[in-house]
């Protein structure tokens, strides 16, 4: 079975922090996904990776980046942490052209001071 | 632009009844996949059921099976025999098959009620 894992399941911040969210996949799933999940809003993609040191912006991609030093871990990060980034974090993963089979992580909820 | 429209934000029946989730999108392409996610409490996001769009017929998975009306581009989701297992919020998404990206709708939370 694919296994998508994230660094923490919840994290508290303070306002300016920067805080860095870790996704790890374990399948060698070339497409890496960040979504953030609002009540209301459903799942909004914030950057994808179709490979190592490759990035693309997704709908929301404003106050995030992104780092893709290995193919297994895709991380997202918030330079200077403000309380609107207060949200679930859902990564994901998915081989190429197999967008029928997307895999997601159990979601890092974050509390931003 | 493709849009997923669930218009019903919270539902609740009764264990062992039959229950229909709605579901519509809009899109000006003809190859694409439609899927329903499921999200319980607490836990891991899993793909339910999924269906191709050159698939007449309609996905079923055990318990679960969609009602996939292209022409009306409608896809909604009917769970019968609801157990308690199945409270959770359920997301129905697209993909375009050529640009790859899964769009979500916002939700349906849905409680099974003992």
């Known amino acids: 079975d694919v296994k998508v894992t994230q660094s923490s399941r919840y994290l508290v911040k303070r306002t300016g922090e920067k805080v860095f969210l870790e996704c790890v996949q374990d399948?060698?799933?070339?497409?890496m996904f960040w979504y953030r999940q609002d009540p209301g809003l459903g799942l909004r993609l914030i950057y994808f990776?179709?490979?190592?040191?490759?990035?693309e912006k997704g709908d929301i991609p404003e106050g995030y980046s992104v780092s893709r030093e290995k193919k297994e871990r895709f991380s997202l990060i918030l330079e200077s942490a403000s309380t609107n980034q207060t949200s679930m974090y859902l990564c994901?993963?998915?081989?190429?052209?197999?967008?029928?089979?997307?895999?997601f992580g159990p979601g890092t909820r974050l509390l931003v001071l | 632009a493709q849009t997923v429209t669930q218009s019903q934000p919270e539902m609740s029946v009764q264990e062992a009844e039959t229950v229909t989730l709605s579901c519509t999108y809009d899109t000006s392409e003809n190859n694409y996949y439609l899927f329903w996610y499921k999200q319980p409490p607490s836990r891991q996001m899993i793909l339910v059921i999924r269906?191709?769009?050159?698939?007449?017929q309609n996905a079923t998975e055990n318990r679960f099976s969609v009602n996939f009306q292209k022409a009306a581009k409608s896809f909604s989701l009917k769970i019968s025999d609801s157990q308690l297992g199945d409270t959770a919020m359920y997301f129905c998404a697209f993909a375009n098959i050529r640009d790859d990206k899964i769009i979500f709708g916002k939700g349906t939370r849905l409680h099974i009620l003992p």
């Open positions: 269906q191709e769009a050159y698939k007449q």
């Open positions: 994901a993963s998915r081989d190429t052209g197999t967008v029928e089979t997307q895999y």
């Open positions: 990776s179709y490979d190592v040191k490759m990035k």
């Open positions: 399948m060698d799933h070339e497409n």
